[in-house]
């Protein structure tokens, strides 16, 4: 059975830093693109940032020089370091993994910047 599971969410000041993990287990995540998304109250979820399976990144507009989006094959784990954090980052986060037989969603953490 496929699981993931987020942490490091929580309550940070406005400037503040937080980093998000998102550790699967029952796959690989080798074998995936995986994402970070985020959904604020009222709001459609978004993509936040992206990363392939050979490393490479996207981010939207709005993160870009921010947040990283890094991956650890050999511990099964994605992480999203946020820096310079705004209150309009104030959502919840979930990491998705997917390829061409199908994809996943972590259960979702909360981040809220204010201060």
């Known amino acids: 059975q496929v699981q993931f599971v987020e942490s490091g969410g929580g309550l940070v000041q406005p400037g503040g830093s937080l980093r998000l993990s998102c550790t699967a287990s029952g796959m690989f995540l080798e074998a995936y693109t995986i994402a970070w998304f985020r959904q604020a109250p009222g709001k459609q979820r978004e993509v936040v940032a992206g990363?392939?399976?050979?490393?490479?990144?996207n981010y939207a507009d709005s993160v870009k020089g921010r947040f990283t989006i890094s991956r650890d094959n050999a511990k099964n784990t994605l992480y999203l370091q946020m820096n310079s954090l705004k209150s309009e980052d104030t959502a919840v986060y979930y990491c998705r993994a997917w390829n061409s037989a199908g994809g996943f969603w972590g259960q979702g953490t909360q981040v809220t910047v204010s201060s």
């Open positions: 990363i392939s399976r050979g490393g490479n990144t």
